[in-house]
């Protein structure tokens, strides 16, 4: 079952500070909503181990993440793919473009797809896109406030 989420977040922050935000995995680890580890492997290649609880399901997904496709400080692709046992998969990715609005704004769009399979997939294609829209808007609002200048 797949689905597209997009949005767009103003953040508080130049250009090259946001995109540094974007390649630091201590930053992602703290964004990504249920995330336990956040190790990085190479400057493109991290595993990670992340509890996702959807609907009644609750999950542990260990997998691969991969930053593909980079522009530095304009985009990029992060692409993830975790296993979660008997409760099944989930695969997707998001491209991500930032832009300058000034010195010190930049606009971050975001266009992420999604694929889960499995028990999961089960659970019906409405309550697994609002999840999935709530997981994107937590990861990209937190992006936000951790990134923007207090």
């Not at 130049?14 to 390649?23: R, S, T």
């Not at 692709?77 to 997707?92: Q, R």
């Not at 089960?122 to 937590?138: D, H, M, N, V």
């Amino acid at each position: 079952m797949a689905l597209v989420i997009e949005g767009e977040e103003q953040i508080a922050a130049p250009i090259q500070k946001v995109w540094e935000a974007l390649n630091d995995p201590e930053v992602l680890k703290e964004c990504i909503p249920g995330c336990q580890s956040l190790e990085m492997n190479s400057p493109t290649d991290m595993t990670a181990s992340v509890v996702l609880k959807i609907g009644p399901i609750k999950a542990t997904f260990a997998g691969e993440v991969t930053l593909k496709n980079l522009n530095p400080p304009h985009s990029y692709t992060i692409a993830g793919e975790g296993k979660g046992g008997i409760a099944g998969f989930a695969k997707g990715g998001a491209d991500v473009t930032l832009t300058e609005d000034g010195p010190d704004t930049t606009v971050l769009k975001y266009e992420a797809k999604a694929d889960v399979g499995g028990k999961i997939a089960q659970l019906g294609s409405r309550l697994i896109t609002s999840t999935s829209k709530k997981l994107a808007g937590q990861f990209f609002s937190s992006f936000n406030e951790k990134v923007s200048a207090k």
